[in-house]
């Protein structure tokens, strides 16, 4: 199994571009969630997915969207990017929930200009 | 106002040591995590807790549902197990993280 994946690894955008993080996983898990990790803050939640066609918003959700077509991919949009979306983020995926182990990908590191 | 607290922020240790690392949280959970973030930046999970007490090699992790506090323990710390150890909390409907504790075994 390749886990969870996630592309790219780096990025740069400018202020006012979009693009989409890609997140992938093969465990067949039901539960896939995305992060931001930011410098003296910690993780925090942007939005979550607990099945197939299911998302909801975490803590952080505002220029985001998600969707969840199939079980095995959980993309992020950036509508339009600003600076303050720079940061690293993770994808998660887990059985069926946070009751159970969480699985992270690599992380990407995007930087807003 | 954190709703995740650890300490504390900075661990330096000599191999060999027992190390202890703590988590408070403020709200009520249905599950708290530990993580393990390599210096590479990976991050990976070491335990999920509801109650009392989980073991696996030389990490120990201990949950006080009542007091909201969890500890996770090192036994015979190895330069290897530097890394940040990160709390996580799930209430349910939402996950809060502590900011991380940075810990540095030296040999």
């Known amino acids: 199994n390749a886990g969870v994946t996630q592309t790219p690894k780096f990025q740069v955008l400018k202020t006012g571009q979009s693009m989409t993080l890609q997140c992938a996983q093969d465990?067949?898990?039901?539960?896939m969630s995305w992060y931001r990790q930011d410098p003296g803050m910690g993780l925090r939640l942007i939005h979550y997915?607990?099945?197939?066609?299911?998302?909801d918003q975490g803590e952080v959700p505002n220029g985001y969207n998600v969707s969840r077509s199939t079980t095995e991919d959980f993309p992020l949009r950036l509508l339009s990017a600003a600076p303050s979306q720079t940061s690293v983020y993770f994808c998660a995926s887990s059985l069926r929930g946070n009751f159970y182990e969480q699985y992270f990908g690599p992380g990407t590191r995007l930087t807003v200009t | 106002k954190n709703e995740v607290e650890q300490s504390p922020q900075n661990l330096t240790a000599q191999e060999g040591e027992f190390i202890t690392i703590n988590c408070s949280y403020s709200v009520g959970i249905s599950a708290l995590h530990w993580l393990q973030q390599h210096p590479g930046g990976g991050i990976v999970s070491l335990f999920m807790l509801s109650s009392g007490k989980k073991k696996h090699g030389r990490l120990i992790a201990t949950i006080n549902i009542q007091e909201k506090h969890s500890s996770l323990h090192i036994t015979a710390s190895h330069p290897r197990d530097s890394a940040v150890y990160i709390c996580?909390?799930?209430?349910?409907?939402?996950?809060?993280f502590g900011t991380g504790t940075s810990l540095t075994v030296i040999p």
């Open positions: 997915s607990v099945g197939a066609g299911i998302t």
């Open positions: 996580a909390v799930w209430t349910g409907n939402q996950f809060y």
């Open positions: 465990m067949n898990h039901e539960y």
